[in-house]
Structure formats: structure tokens, C-alpha cells
């Protein structure tokens, strides 16, 4: 705490202040008048995808033994997408391989073996999964479960058993079905040991004849319910030969989702190809994202009302459990996981699922406690999906359109370390947000000020009642950190229980308010993302309570209905926070007046 304002305001005012927001060249955001697609999604769009065998270390062994802690996790996801459910999906390559028992309750996850590969440890499991998850869902306010469906036995007459048992303990939770995990390594797993060549033709054929026992289960036909989703590739397959070779016709009339699984390189074999370089250079994510691009604009050219949509019902920064020191920092697990998801959703995905295993994985969202009692602790993922439902939840219930901005020739130029978004309302036609990002590595300039990115916004994204804005960082102190990270200057640094809280630290950037009458310049520091809510922002959903009693957010983290409220999104009152009893500075780019009591 300094002692003497009078004494100290220049000093930090030039070493704290203009070290992190000061301005260099303006970098031009031009904003289409109208959206190039139109591809709608909804705040939830960013799920979670849990692997089934350790689905117990998150969520318990029963009903009265779920912990607090995810509970809180969930919810505070929740009360960030609006009228939309959290999207949970349970799966994974444990899921094609493990065994239902619908008479084992307790525990709800009993492992098989000890001597499974690491990367797939069958286990069995029963009707109490479904339990759990349906309370959970109540307790957080809504959740939407995502659930696999195994194809590795063809034979196996618990499929339709699972799906009768989901369909009636879930209820109006049940999302979806996923029938098969990543048929298209079924040679190369030799999980098709007396078929030399697996197919598309002959995954069809398999396909259809599970999914037909689905018209007889203990919920009656579920096919009828159109909740079934495929064909889950991830790697070898040409995904628009597969729908166009006789999937759709085949399918079309049961489907409800095509869902892809894509990581940008594996570590299975205890070596990996990109560090944290590739990540963080946006025509990398552009480039990834176009991965079955035939195949996603053949299914975007359907505009019915009832078109098929398409998923991402797993990824993560590296298949087979991430990348230590890689898939574990600010730079990855956070800032990439949401440039991806904001990708995927501006090319056409409606839904996309991060995937989380055992404890002790390094792309993790968060690490559960050892024992029944203690800390958890909060890993990068985890930010991307609290700052993702934030950008996508907007004044407009039929969803919004995620455009790519291409600043600074990001989408072509490796050189280029911006990046940037704006999201539309489902018109098309008025800008809600922008999401700004500034992948500088500070150590590459010669000071943090340099490092820095202003972003000049145009007057015609402003216009109306909507002239003025909030905007929130997502700061670290610095790309590789894993753990030091704050969204809206709140963080879960240090704290066990998952429940947000104010950090005055100086790498939490704490919110501003603009004018944005005449456009604006947005500093953001490296590395960052800013995102500015035109003409303010949303209420955070309270209305659910952990069972513990915890309430996720209060009446003082709510966020502020215009620009011009006492309260931002997600942490105390808006303006620059700084450890001095008075400063007020005047911006001398825009019309930004930063107040920091």
C-alpha cells in the first residue's frame, strides 16, 4: 500500500498503469455490417467431456456423496449461460469398452482391471451413473448429458438397457446418444481382430444394427426420440465420403447430432510434435478447424429447421492426456481452448465438448482432492469455460453468430500475435461482443508496455442505447503460468472450493467501463483476451444453490445490465484496481476514464 499518493502518482501512474494498458499503433478491427454465416449457437456451445472411468473422482460413489466443489465448478459455469443448461457429456474410450451391471448401485464406477491400458480402463457401472448425474443437474440448475453408447460388441444386449435407463432416470436432461467411440481406429486398435480392412460400408451395416435394438428398451423406442448421434471419428476417415456413401440416407431420419473427436497431436507415445508456440499463432487454429471442411459445409447447406447438427463431442490440446508444461498453462489450456471453441463455432459446429480424465492428467480442468475432504485445485482449462459462456450469452434467446474478424491478417499471417471476434445476435445483423486476443510473449519485447495491443473498434459497431460498454480481461501473469490466471479480476487461485473470488494481484485485470460514442481503443496487455459487451452486459443467474448451501455467485458479482451500473460481470465495481488509495487516470487513447479507488 503506498503511503503518499500525492508522492507516488506518477510514478504509478507510468510503472503500474501504463506498463499494462499503454497503447501501441492501433491495430484496425473492421466489423461486417452483416454476419458471412450464419451458424447460431447458444451460450452453452463449450461443454465438458468426462471420461467414464473416473467419473466417480469427480462426482463421488452415490447420490450423498457428490462433493460440493463440483457442484460449485457446474454452477458457476451455469449461471453464465442464461436459459441453457451446462452440457456435460459422459464418454470416452472407456465408455465403448466398459460393462453395464443394472444391479450395481454402489459404488457407481467399479474398476475391471489393473493392468488396462492407461488411455482405456474398462469398468463397470450401473444405473446409480445416471442418478448422480440427474441430481447433479438439479442442484446446479440444468445440465445436458451427452452419453455414449457402446459399438465395439455387437452382440452386447445392455445397449439398449443403458439407453432405456438414461432415457427415464434423466428425462428431459438426456441431450443425446454417441453410438461407437472412434470406429475409425477399430483396425488400428485391433478392437476388429478377424477384419483386416474396417470400413465405412461395414461400420454402416454395424451401425444400423445396434442402433435398430434401440426400438426396444425399458423407456419404449428411443429411436423415435431422434437423439442418436455419429459416426464419433476422429482421425482416418473422410467424414463427407462416410455421409454422402450412404450414412445419411441411412441415418438421417434417427439422427440428431454428427459428432467429430479431434486433438491437434497425440502424446501416446511419450513424445509430441507442437509446444506452446503453435498454439498461441491464430492460422493454426484457423487450419485445424478446417479439418472435414467438405463435410461441414455439406451439412451447413441445409438450412431446414431440422437439420442435423454438428458436435465436437471431445478434443483437448493432445490426445491421450495432454502435454506436460504444454496443455497445463494460461497460453494453452485457456486462451487456445477459446479461440478453438469461438473457431469452431464460427464455422459451423452448434456444440463442443474439453475433455477431462483421472486426476493427475495435464489438460485437466481442475484436480480433485485425494480424499472425501480438502482443496481442489483449478487448472487453465477451466477459465476458458466461464469466459466462453460469458462471450456467448447475449441479449438474445435464439442464440448469437461467431464471426472471425481476421485482424491483422491473423487467419493467414504465423507472424501475426492478435487475433480476434465478434458475436452477432442471431440476425446477423447488431454486434453483441467483441473477444479480443493478444498472444504477445512480453519476454520478446523490451517492455510489457511494448507488448501491448490496441485494438481501434469503429463508431458502427456503437450505435443507440448501445454506445457505451463493459469490457472484462482474462490475464495471467504470463502465457506459460498455470495458475495465476483471473477472469473479470476474480480468480480461483489459492482457493479449494471453486468458488470465484476477487484478486488484487497486478496480473488480475479488473474490469472498465468505455464511452464508445466514437469507437474505441481497447489496450490489452500480453498475453491476454479482453472482451468488450457492447452496451454492457448480463445478469448472472443465481437462482441455484449447491447442496452445501454455497451460493456459486452473489448479488456483488452480478453483472452490470448497462455499462452504466455500479457492478461489471464477475467481479467488484468496474474500473482499474490498483493497491493506492486514489488514482485517476485519463486515458490518452479513446475516451476511456479509468477511476481506481
Known sequence: MLCNPATHLYSVLFTVNLAIFASADPIPVF????????????????????????????????????????????????????????????????MDSSVYVPELMTPMIQNISTDADSDNQPVNYGPMLWNVMKKVGDNVGGADYLIGLSLLNLDDPNVPIIAGAAEQILGNSLDGYLLGNEPDLYTAHQQRPNIKNYTTDIYIS?????????????????????????????????????????????FSGILKYISLQHY????????????????????????????????????????????????MSEFNSASCGGVPTVSDTFAVGTLWTIDYALQMASVGYTAAHVHTRERGISYNLFT????????????PPYYALIATA???????????????????????????????????????????????????????????????????????AFSGSKTGAVVKFLSASGLSEKFNIAWGGQSLVGVGNGTLKDNDASWAVPNQRMDCTKGCSVNVPAAAMAVVFVGGTNKLNTASTPTNGTQTTSSSTQLASSSQSSSAQGNKTGPLSITSPVLIVLSLVGSLLVVAL
Request: a negative charge.
Open 31 to 94: 466489423v461486417p455490417s452483416t454476419t458471412p454465416g450464419h451458424n447460431v449457437v447458444q451460450s452453452n456451445f463449450l461443454g465438458i467431456s468426462f471420461e467414464l472411468s473416473f467419473m466417480n473422482e469427480y462426482f463421488g460413489n452415490d447420490t450423498s456423496t457428490i462433493p460440493p466443489t463440483i457442484l460449485n465448478y457446474l454452477s458457476a459455469i451455469r449461471a453464465r449461460t442464461g436459459n441453457s443448461a451446462v452440457r456435460l457429456r459422459v464418454g470416452g474410450n472407456s
Open 390 to 460: 460469458e462471450i456467448l450469452q447475449i441479449n438474445d434467446s435464439a442464440g448469437g453468430v461467431v464471426v472471425d474478424l481476421n485482424i491483422a491478417n491473423s487467419q493467414n499471417d504465423k507472424n501475426a500475435t492478435v487475433a480476434g471476434y465478434a458475436i452477432y445476435d442471431s440476425k446477423g445483423s447488431t454486434v453483441e461482443r467483441f473477444v479480443l486476443f493478444n498472444y504477445a510473449n512480453v519476454s520478446n519485447f523490451p517492455t510489457e508496455s511494448a507488448a501491448a495491443a490496441t485494438f481501434a473498434l469503429p463508431t458502427n
Open 206 to 250: 454395424e451401425f444400423r444394427t445396434v442402433s435398430n435394438r434401440l426400438t426396444n428398451t425399458s423407456a419404449g423406442d428411443v429411436l423415435k426420440l431422434k437423439m442418436l448421434g455419429g459416426p464419433t471419428i476422429c482421425c482416418s476417415w473422410n467424414l463427407d465420403a462416410l455421409l454422402q456413401g450412404g450414412y445419411l440416407s441411412a
Open 368 to 379: 480433485p482432492t485425494q480424499g472425501s475432504t480438502g482443496d481442489w485445485v483449478t487448472n
Open 264 to 311: 491437434p497431436q497425440n502424446n501416446c507415445f511419450g513424445s509430441h510434435q507442437f509446444d506452446i508456440p503453435y498454439y498461441i499463432q491464430h492460422t493454426n487454429v484457423v487450419e485445424l478447424t478446417s479439418w472435414q471442411s467438405p463435410a461441414i459445409s455439406l451439412i451447413q447447406s441445409d438450412t431446414s429447421p431440422d437439420r442435423l447438427q454438428l458436435i
